[in-house]
C-alpha cells in the first residue's frame, strides 16, 4: 500500500532522525445509537434517503439532552457528524411547529454558505423549510422575505451585531419565535472577539427577552481544555457537555517532525516549507490524497508552485493540475469544485493556508501535512483531521518551524497528545468591550432602572454615558438619545474604539480592509511595516498617524516585520500576589506606555534578521492588566548586572512563547517588559501584560499557571541544542545579550530547586 | 394663524390657519375641491377614489437621527387636518421618552380614524419609523392597515428630468413657489431635540416646530399640484402648465401606474410642445414601445417612423420598426430594407452591428435568400 511505503521510508530513511514523536493513535468503530422515536417520519425518510440508518452516539446524546431543553456544548473531532447534532432537533421541532425560528451563527461567511448547503441538503425540497443565510452579501430585495418567512437565518456575529439586532422591529417574526440559537466554533470565540460575543449573546437574550422569547443554546467546539466553560461563559446560562465522539476512525499515525539543525551556533533549522514541499512530494509520488496547510498565503503560494513542479515531473499526463491552492476568497462553488475533485481523486494534493476552514465533506484523506504548528493545539487537530478514513490508516505530519513554541511542541509530545491544556479565556466584563454592548443595547431598547447586561449591572456605565449626553436618563428608564448608530462604531474583533482602519490602495478603488487598536497601531501599522490581513501580505506605504488611517498595498514576501518599542510600565493596582513562590507572582492592572523604536525585517521559517529599520512615532498608553514575576535576591546574586538583564530578557521570550501553549491566544496577544530592579517590586521582575486595553482574562491565569509555565520555560531552553540562546530558545545572543541562555537557566533553575525545597520541607540555606 | 398650547392630551401646540391662507404660490382652500382618487392611483393607492385631498391628513415627523434603527426616537409628529373652514396643524411632542407610550397613544388615536394620511417619503421613513416605535411600546405593529399616500415615489418620477434634485425643499423653490427663511437644515434637527433633553427648555425647540409646520404646508399644496395634473392626465388630457420635460415625467408616472392610454397622450403632448433632440429620441422610444403594449401597433409603427425620420442615433426605432414590418404585417422585404438602413446609417458599436446582422441574416433566411440583399 503506497502510504506504507512513504511511512517506511521516513520510518527507516536518512530522515528518521528528524522525526520526534511517531504516535500510532488506535483505530476505533462506530459506536452507534438509534434515531429517538419521537423524530418527525419525513426526517427519518431523509435520513434514509441519505443512506444513515443510525445514530453516532454523541449525536443522539446531544439530541436527547436538546429534547429535555438543556442547553448543549458539543466536543467532537473534525468530520464526526456534528452538524447533526443541532440540524435534527431543529429541523424536527420545526416541522411541527412552523412558526418556530432558528438562529445560526458561524464565525465566517464562508462557513455560513457551507451550513447552507448542509441544511438545504437535509431538508431537500419535500420538506418545506426555509432557510436562508443573512449576511453582507444578502441582496436588499431578499431581506423582507428573509426576514418574515425564513424559518432559520444563518448568520455572523457582524451581521448580528449591526445588522439585525438594531433592526430589531424588522424581525419580530425571528424574535417573537427564536426557539434555538445555534453558535458554533466557540473555539474561535475567545479573548477579545469571545468578549464581544458574550456581550453580543447578552444583547441578543435581552431582545428577545423583550418579545417573550428565551431561546435554547446549542454549541460546539473544537478539543480544548475548557469548552463547557467557554461555552457557559458566553451564553451566561449552564450547558450539558458531550464529548465522546462515537464517531468511527481509522488507525492513524500522528508525526512531529523537526527539520535538522543546518547552522548550530545560531541554532538555525532548516526551513520547514523546504521540508514539507519535500515530505508532499514523497507522498505525490506515490500517489497518496493529501492536503497541506501552511501558515501564510505566500508559504501556501510556495508551495502550490513547488508541488505543482514536482506533479508535472511525476504525473505525467496529469501533472499540475493534481495540485491545488485552497485560498481564502473562493467562491463557494470553487471551493466544492476542489472538493469534489479530492474526493474524486482527480485532485491529489490541496495546499491551503492556516487561517482557512475547510467545507464539510472532502471526503476520506490518507495524508495531511502542516508546515508549521497552525497557533493552538486545538486548530491542529482540527487540520490533522482531515486525514482519516473510517477504516484503513492515515497520517498527519507537523512540520516545527524554529520559533521556541514550535520546538517545545515537537520536543513535548505529551503537550500535544494529551489532555488539551489551551484555554478558551473571555473577560465580558472588560471595561471598554462591556461599555461598548451598553450603548448598543441601550440603542436597542431602553434600559430600565437597575437593569443588567447578562451578568453586568450596567447603571454606572449609563451616568457616564448620560454624562457624554448619549443618554438620556428619564424618571424610570434610560434612552438612547445621541444621533450615532454605536454598533457601526464598535469592531467586534477589537477591543477599542479608537481604531486605526486599514486601507488597502492595490486596486483603483480603495477598499477598507481591517482595523488595529489605538495602542498596537504603532507597532503593526508604522511605514513599511508588513501586514498580515487573512494570510495575504501587505506593505503598509503610509501610516496618516492624526486621521488613523494606513494605507498598505498587497505584496509577496518572505518576511514579516516585527516592531520593538520602549515600554514602560506603571503597576496600579494588585489584585494577587504570592511571594512564597520562587520567583514570586502576582498579577493586577498597569498602565503601559509605548515608544516605537525600530523594526525588523524577519525571515519566516528560519526567523533571521534581514534588517531593520527606524519608526518615528508618538508613545501611546494603555491602562491593561498584566502578570508578573520577581526574583527573590538569592535568585540572582551570582549573576552581574548584564547577566541578570540577559537572564530576564530570556525568561520574558520564553514566557511569551509558551503561554499560547495555555491560553487559546496568539504570540502577539501578550507581551512583555523586564526591570532589572523595579520601582514597585524593588526587585527584578519580567511583566507580561495583555495587549488589549483592560485585558481579557489571560494574566489571570498566567497567575493561576506560574509554576507550569515556568517548568515549561526550563525545559525548553534546557533542551535547546544552541550554544548561547537562539530564536528557538531564549532569543539570539546579539539580541537578549551574551551568556543569556546560562543566565536564564540559572533564574529559572532558583526557581525550581526553590519550589523543589517546598515541596520535600527541607529547610532553606 | 392661532397658536394654542395644550389644547388635547398629548398634543403640545395647535396652529390654526385659515383655509385662504396661502403658501408660495397656492392657498390651502386648493385641496378642498381636489379629488384624492386620481393622484391616490397614481401612487398605487387604489382605495382614495370618492374623497378630496381635503379629507386626508397631513402627517410628518422630527426624529432624533438621520438613519433608522431602534434607538432612533420620533420626538414629533406633526398632523395636518382641514376642519370647517379651518387647516389645524397638531403637534405631538414627546416631551419625555419615558412616556413615549402616552405620545403614541395621542398620536394613534388622531390618525387611526382617517381615511388616508399624504406624507413625503412616509412609506420608507417616517411610518417604518413610527411603527419602530410602536413595537417597542407594545402597541405595534398596527400602522400597515393605515392608507399611506406617499407624494415622494409620484414626485421622483415626475422631476426626475426637469430637477437636479426631488428634496421637498427643491421641490418647494422650483415648484410650488416656496422660499424658506431662517429655517432649520434637516440635518440640525436631531441636536435640537438633544439639547432639550439636556435643558430642559422647550423654547429652544420653536425652529423644530415651524420647520416641521412648513413642511406640512407643502405637502398640502405639493399634493394639490400633483392632485390637479393626475386628475388631467386621467382624464387623457395632458395638463396645460406643465414643462415638456415634467409632461415625460407625468407620462412616466401614468405609466409606472399602468395608465397606458394616459401616459402616451403625455408622451406625445410631451414631443409636440418641443424637447430637445436626445430627450425627443428617448421618450419615442418609451411612447412606441408603450403603443406596442397597448396593441395599438399602427400607432408604435407611426411613432418609430418619426424617430427614423427625426434621426435618431439609436438602432432601437428601426429594430422596433423591422419587427412591426415581420410580425404585425408580414412584411419581411421592408423588415430588410430597415434593419439594412440602420446598419447603413448609424454610428454603431461592434456589438450592435452584429446583433444587426444577425438580425438581417436571419430575415434573409426566412426570405430564402443567403447574405444580405438590396431591398426593392
Ligand atoms: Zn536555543
New interface residues.
Partial sequence: MPLQEVLDELARGKSARNVTCWRTLAGRPARLAPFPSWLHPSLNAAMERRGITSLYSHQAQALEAIARGENAVVVTPTASGKTLCYNLPIVDHVLRDGSDRALYLFPTKALSQDQLAELKDLCGSELNLKTYTYDGDTPRSARTAIRSAGHIIVTNPDMLHTGIL?????W?RLFQRLRYVVIDEIHQYRGVFGSHLANLVRRLKRVAAFYGARPQFILCSATIANPAELASRLIEEPVTLIDESGAPTGEKYFILYNPPVVDRELGIRRSSLLEAADLATRFLRAGVPMLVFARSRLATEVLVTYLKRAAAGILPGVGEAAVRGYRGGYLPHERREIERGLREGKIQAAVSTSALELGVDIGQLDAVVMAGYPGSIASAWQQAGRAGRRTGSSVAVLIADSSPLNQYLVNHPDYFFGRSPEHGLINPDNPQILAGHVKCA?????FQRGESLGAAPVDPILEQLAAA?LV?R????W????????AEEISLRSASAENFVIIDVTQPTARAIGEVDRFSAPLLLHEEAIYLHESDQYQVEKLDYPEKKAYVRAVSVDYYTDASSAVSIKVLARFQDDPSRRPGRSSGEVLVTSLPTMFKKIRFGTHENLGSGPIRLPEEQMHTTAYWLYLSEEAYSGLRPEELEAGLLGVANLLVHIAPLYLLCDVRDIRSVVEVRSPFTRLPTVYVYERYPGGVGFADKLYELHDELLAGCRELSAACPCADGCPSCVGPASEVGPGAKRATLSILRAGSKDRLRQLTGEPRS | MTIASRPAAGVLEEVRLSIHHRHGSRHLSDALGSPAGPLGALAGLPDLGGRHLSDLLFLDTET????????T?VFLVGVGRFEAGSFVVRHFFLE???REGDFLDAVLDHIGRAPGLVTFNGRRFDL?QL??RL??NRR??CLPGISNLDLLPVARRVWKLRLESRSLSSLEGHVLGFVREDDVPGWLV??F??EY??TGNRGRLKPVFHHNLRDILSLVTLACHLGAWADEAAAGRPPAGAHPLEMVGLAHACEAAGWGPQSTACYGEAIARGLDAPHQHRTRERLGRVYRRLGQHDAAATVWQQAIAAGSPSPVPYVELARHYERVRGDLTQALAVVNAAIDRLDLSSLQRSALSRRAARLCRRMGMSGRQPAY
Fill in positions: 438594531p433592526h430589531h422591529t424588522k419580530l441601550a440603542f436597542e431598547l431602553p449626553a438620556h428619564g424618571p424610570e428608564r434612552h438612547w438619545m445621541a444621533e450615532t448608530y454605536p | 432624533t437621527g438621520l438613519g433608522m434603527g431602534a434607538g426616537l419625555e421618552p419615558d417604518p411603527e419602530t413595537i417597542l405595534g405593529p436631531p441636536s431635540y438633544r433633553l439636556l
